[in-house]
């Protein structure tokens, strides 16, 4: 499984993001007009770098924005086994505690993991339980009962029914 640095943006962050690219946008725009009024040649090379380098950025942020906005959720039909849901949704690594179970996937159920779970988005949140005759069990969604652990996942899930997946 691939490393993943797991940032949640919340609609504030977002806000937030699209003012500093409007202000980085408008900072670029007057660069490039003062630039634009000069007859001097080192100005326009400075005038053309800033220009692809202010492009640049702004076609990145447009990319996090878009896919902060639709993640693309993973199709609603469950996943079978365990490994069928790792490679459909794809656990994020826990990046607060590096030796975490479940390859370093799995979330505690207090302190700073809770709070990463909890700001997570709901529909990216999945709960490991202890299940009857000692087998574990990955839910859709936030649960309390029984709850062993928590995963955030890259791709939310998408349907209305709970989803129950055994852990082998």
Not at 25 to 32: K, T
Not at 59 to 74: H, I, T, Y
Not at 126 to 137: A, K
Request: charged letters at 30%.
């Amino acid at each position: 499984m691939d490393d993943f640095i797991m940032i949640t943006l919340t609609d504030i962050h977002m806000q937030r993001l699209h003012a500093e690219a409007a202000r980085l946008s408008e900072e670029a725009d007057r660069r490039l007009a003062t630039a634009e009024d000069t007859d001097d040649s080192d100005d326009w090379d400075t005038w053309k770098e800033a220009d692809g380098i202010a492009s640049g950025y702004k076609l990145a942020l447009q990319d996090v924005v878009r896919e902060a906005a639709d993640p693309g959720p993973a199709s609603p039909t469950p996943a079978v086994t365990y490994d069928d849901w790792l490679a459909a949704y794809r656990p994020v690594r826990n990046s607060i505690r590096g030796e975490a179970p479940f390859d370093g996937c799995m979330f505690e159920t207090f302190g700073p993991e809770w709070e990463a779970v909890r700001a997570a988005d709901p529909a990216c949140i999945w709960t490991l339980v202890d299940g009857d005759d000692d087998d574990m069990y990955v839910l859709s969604g936030c649960h309390l009962v029984d709850c062993l652990g928590y995963f955030i996942t890259e791709r939310p899930w998408a349907g209305d029914d709970p989803v129950e997946i055994l852990v082998d």
